[in-house]
């Protein structure tokens, strides 16, 4: 488990990360979400002892990270899958690893094994590695000393959706068997695929943690309907507001309550759903200030 | 999904038993170090590199050099390219960890730095001891070869101390730039391209060349490699030399390694 409190970093006026607190649980995977620059690796190199926090502490496991004698047995860490020796191969860079802690060298042959890097792919030099193919390498490297804590930043960067799905069963079940993972990612879809929690952070702060179903509870409906003004006249009759979204609309009624007009108006609905755009909209409004395109809002929202 | 503020103790769940986790040995980690030398195509052609020199210029000097060459001779002989070459390695130890961001590993799975920092010294210094043991071998089997009739006067072990001591200098030199720097290409630069400058101006400078004999440790040093004992100002002058150019580059390395952020 991890347990990050008032972790706080400035460079100079800026802050990089700014009193965040969360909990990464064992049987979990914790998503840290956010878009780039948000302060997620920075709050991750903060856990590992790489970045001096200004203010507050983590422990993982109860232990400042520090005074773990041998880390890698017990957290694995992957802060950036490009940062290896571009002229060691595959394996010698997991050969590395292990000597330093104290592993046998059978075990470089399990972790390739586990991440499907074949025995050709593990004698070329990282060079000539495809990013998803440091990816699986960086995991490898993680889980070599099997750790009960995951630290990985962007582990799914790179990876085709065969690879991220890959990478869903291994953490799933990973956690399953008891294990801690906390992942960043800039990628919403990403994140919801794989994490049971989310923190998501956005300029050095926490705007929202939680499990994926609390943060979408009071999103609210999203419906489109052949007669849509129809619709929208009589659900407002029934002192239900609802706003034009994309090609739908969305309301902060429960989806009953908007089935139920149209059921009584005879309005063919042709999409009635939870409105996932809260959790999106969130993530959006964090990320425009950080990005260069804008993006438009569902009209006059 | 709660942030209590209890510390997670023993019992807990989540909490991580580590009172059967022992570091990584000193040994371990020097052992380490030395296999990240030879492990890149760049590492491992340094090594071949200075060794085949080694032998090379040994080779030359006994066939076209003059007849009654002695172990002193092959063995400066050896000192030369060695002394060139060692202190490269030793840049390469420290920077390649940032260059190639491998610090990123390195310092994760082992957080205390100081510890990674000795162990890459103690490294350099075995490359250093295995290449003096080399050009001893080379020596040894040189010198009845050419056939010269005093070819081991002047043999001692004050003077093969010496001879270590030059190459350990100039190793440590090499390490203290890159750590200071931590960029291989400017610190492989700095090293040659400033005690040049001071031994250049040392050279021209004839009027303050005794006193510029304080700080040109690159010059002061190689008296280390001659056979006849040196004096007491001759150790000061290179004392000088060596924290000016060793300590203190290498107290800055040691500071900004520490305190760094490694990314």
């Known amino acids: 488990m991890i347990k990050v409190e008032n972790l706080t970093k400035k460079y100079g006026d800026f802050t990089a990360v700014n009193d965040i607190s969360f909990v990464s649980q064992p049987g979990r995977v914790t998503g840290f979400l956010g878009p780039n620059g948000a302060g997620k690796s920075t709050s991750m190199r903060m856990m590992v002892g790489l970045t001096k926090a200004d203010r507050g502490s983590v422990t993982i496991g109860g232990h400042n990270y520090m005074d773990i004698p041998n880390p890698g047995q017990h957290v694995g860490v992957l802060l950036d899958a490009s940062a290896q020796h571009a002229g060691r191969t595959g394996r010698e860079v997991l050969a590395l690893s292990a000597a330093t802690m104290g592993l046998p060298a059978s075990r470089v042959d399990e972790m390739l094994h586990l991440v499907s890097l074949t025995d050709n792919e593990a004698k070329r030099r990282v060079k000539n590695y495809s990013l998803g193919m440091r990816q699986r390498l960086g995991i490898a490297n993680a889980l070599m000393g099997d750790p009960s804590v995951l630290i990985l930043d962007e582990p799914a960067n790179g990876l085709d959706p065969a690879g991220i799905r890959w990478m869903r069963g291994l953490l799933k079940g990973y956690a399953d068997r008891g294990g801690t993972v906390l992942l960043s990612s800039h990628l919403l879809h990403e994140v919801q695929m794989i994490a049971d929690d989310l923190v998501m952070i956005g300029r050095g702060e926490i705007v929202a943690q939680g499990t994926p179903e609390e943060l979408l509870r009071d999103s609210g409906t999203f419906f489109r309907a052949l007669e849509a003004d129809q619709l929208v006249t009589a659900l407002a009759e029934n002192g239900i507001e609802a706003t034009p979204v994309a090609d739908g609309f969305r309301t902060d009624a429960e989806p009953v309550q908007v089935g139920k007009v149209a059921a009584e108006r005879q309005i063919t609905l042709v999409e009635l759903k939870l409105a996932d755009g809260g959790l999106e909209d969130l993530f959006l409004e964090l990320t425009a200030e950080t990005q260069r395109e804008t993006y438009t809002e569902g009209a006059d929202k | ?263």
Request: hydrophobic share 55%; net charge negative; charged share 15%.
């Open chain 2, 1 to 263: 999904m709660s942030t209590a503020t209890a510390p997670v103790q023993a019992g807990d769940p989540g909490y991580i038993d580590i009172s059967e986790s022992h570091r990584p040995s000193f040994l371990r980690l020097v052992g380490v170090e030395i296999r990240k030398m030879t492990d890149t195509k760049a590492g491992l052609w340094l090594l071949i590199v200075i060794g085949a020199v080694t032998v090379i210029i040994n080779a030359a000097f006994l066939i076209w050099g003059p007849d009654d060459l002695t172990f002193n001779d092959f063995l400066q002989f050896s000192g030369m390219p060695q002394g060139i070459l060692l202190p490269v390695l030793a840049v390469l130890l420290v920077t390649q960890e940032w260059g190639q961001r491998t610090g990123l590993v390195t310092f994760s799975l082992v957080p205390h730095r100081g510890r990674v920092l000795v162990a890459k010294l103690a490294a350099a210094i075995v490359f250093v001891l295995a290449a003096f043991a080399v050009a001893v071998l080379i020596a040894t089997l040189l010198t009845p070869i050419s056939g010269a009739s005093d070819g081991w006067d002047g043999v001692s072990v004050g003077w093969l101390s010496r001879s270590i001591l030059a190459l350990v200098i100039g190793a440590v030199w090499g390490y203290a730039f890159g750590a200071a720097l931590l960029n291989s290409a400017f610190a492989i630069v700095s090293y040659f391209a400033v005690p040049m400058v001071v031994s250049i101006v040392t050279a021209i400078w004839t009027s303050a060349q005794e006193k510029l004999l304080w700080f040109d440790l690159s010059t002061s040093s190689t008296r280390l490699f001659e056979s006849d004992s040196l004096s007491g100002e001759e150790w000061a002058q290179i004392g000088t030399g060596v924290l000016l150019w060793v300590a203190l580059p290498l107290a800055i390395g040691v500071w900004r390694i520490l305190r760094a952020e490694i990314k």
